[in-house]
């Protein structure tokens, strides 16, 4: 099944590529891969939810933050795809179907100092991953958690990906 019919069969539609917060491009190709920036969980160019990742009052829940890794990762995807689609012409959603492998996704989880589930808010951008790509979309993975995330956001992920 192809990507876009994928994503269709997700509930899914590849938001536009975020515009950077900063002095960097959202997405580079080397060769065959393609490095993302990292992305934050933008839905309708909106944070959902700020704040660290934890379990108590105030702190973002971690399946919350699950799901805003998964959101983070769609962002990656559109960063993605709008770089091979001004490379090919296409359109972005079809213009990842030149993704032959997902190789490494490196999240980040502002953590509350007694966190310890990165890997499992992790897991939504993994998931959406393979979701998408299937085995394509397995990969190696960090998750890594930090004090603090650009604009308070509670995740944010970078893809490397391999394309014909």
Partial sequence: ????????????????AAAPVGAYVPAVRTG?????SGQLPFVDGV?????????GPLLVDPAMATQLARAAALNALAAVGALLARESGLEAVDALESVVRVVKVTGFVASDGAFTGQAGVLNGASTLLHDV???VGVHARSAVGVAALPLGAPVEVEILVETR
């Fill in 133 to 135: 790509f299937g085995d």
């Fill in 32 to 36: 065959v891969h393609v490095y993302t």
């Fill in 1 to 16: 099944m192809s990507v876009r019919g994928r994503l269709d069969e997700l509930g899914l539609t590849l938001s536009t």
């Fill in 47 to 55: 944070l959902p939810v700020i704040g660290k990742v934890g379990v």
